[in-house]
């Protein structure tokens, strides 16, 4: 089985521009959360999806938004990109939201230029 | 909310060593402590965990170790092997409105040496 599939997995991008970045989850498991991951530091939460309702969200701002699909992939997009939003970013998959399962990504690495 | 403390960052050891990581957390709420190992290139994966009701828990060469009352718990790697090189992540979590959402520390980046 595939486990959970990110892409791209780079991303080079200008200040200012918008980015899509996208997670398949593990065929199975409906709830989907991110992360971001600055170099040098652990995964900080940006969202997390159950069911395409929005079960959590952290501590980051507007410009970050996030959807679940009927077939529970997901996106997460980010407007307005900055120097800052360059890192590492991780979709975990899990069977459900209180699951304790979760299953990582590869990531995909944006850099804002 | 829940902030997770994490030392070192980096540990250098040689072959067959031991290693310890050490991790704190602030609320007393949590209840779930989870230990990834992030190698280059790869998402986090989870190699042990432990739950508030148990001390102790094994599986091989690894171990954690939680005390509440202290809000710290340990990962002990035992005779280490050069592909025990990795960053270690310690995380704790509290179900928040029925959401398991887990809290990392900064990372541990170990250096086996053969």
């Known amino acids: 089985d595939a486990g959970v599939t990110q892409s791209p997995t780079h991303l080079i991008k200008t200040r200012g521009q918008h980015v899509t970045l996208r997670c398949s989850p593990i065929?199975?498991?409906?709830?989907v959360s991110w992360y971001q991951q600055v170099l040098g530091q652990g995964p900080q939460f940006i969202f997390q999806?159950?069911?395409?309702?929005?079960?959590g969200r952290g501590n980051f701002p507007d410009r970050f938004s996030a959807r679940q699909f009927p077939n529970y992939s997901s996106e997460l997009n980010v407007n307005a990109l900055l120097l800052g939003d360059s890192a590492l970013y991780l979709c975990?998959?899990?069977?459900?939201?209180?699951?304790?399962?979760?299953?990582f990504g590869s990531g995909t690495r944006l850099t804002v230029v | 909310g829940e902030n997770v403390e994490q030392h070192p960052s980096t540990l250098s050891v040689q072959e067959g060593d031991s290693a310890v990581i050490k991790c704190t957390y602030s609320?007393?709420?949590?209840?779930?402590f989870p230990w990834y190992k992030q190698e280059l290139g790869k998402g986090p994966q989870l190699i042990i965990d432990?739950?508030?009701?148990?001390g102790e828990k094994k599986d091989q060469r690894i171990a954690v170790t939680l005390n509440k009352t202290a809000k710290h718990f340990s990962l002990h790697i035992t005779e280490t092997q050069p592909e025990d090189s990795a960053v270690y992540f310690c995380?704790?979590?509290?179900?928040?409105?029925?959401?398991?959402?887990?809290?990392f520390g900064r990372g541990t980046s170990l250096i086996v040496h053969p």
């Open positions: 975990a998959s899990s069977l459900d939201s209180r699951d304790y399962g979760y299953t």
């Open positions: 065929s199975g498991h409906k709830s």
């Open positions: 999806y159950y069911e395409k309702e929005e079960r």
């Open positions: 609320d007393s709420a949590s209840n779930y």
């Open positions: 432990i739950r508030s009701n148990v």
């Open positions: 995380a704790a979590s509290i179900q928040s409105g029925g959401s398991y959402i887990p809290t």
